[in-house]
């Protein structure tokens, strides 16, 4: 199953890259990675980390769609997050990514 993504979170994550890309050179890819709480941070909520990998490095089955398109953008994160029903997206809310119900995305 893809994971989709809302094109105002792709955009974001967009700019982010060609920054990247600036400093970095070419071959990185965008990657959420689903970031949970540390032992001497018990009170930490799970939430998604933006972070760049080489493109040969990254899992090809974790890239995600938007709006019916792949889109150069990887996720590693427990499927059950998304539920069965491929009802659950990935958009962003106060500059966060978070899983939001597809009716209620307005991407």
Request: proline content about 4%.
């Amino acid at each position: 199953m893809k994971v989709t993504i809302t094109a105002r979170a792709v955009s974001l994550i967009e700019d982010y890259a060609r920054h990247l890309e600036a400093e970095q050179g070419p071959g990185y890819v965008a990657v959420l990675v689903w970031q949970k709480g540390h032992r001497l941070l018990p009170h930490l909520a799970p939430q998604f980390a933006l972070g760049f990998e080489k493109r040969d490095l990254v899992d090809a089955s974790r890239i995600m769609e938007c709006d019916g398109r792949d889109v150069a953008i990887f996720q590693y994160a427990p499927d059950d997050l998304y539920g069965t029903d491929g009802q659950k997206v990935i958009d962003l809310r106060d500059d966060m990514f978070v899983i939001v119900d597809r009716n209620k995305s307005a991407s």
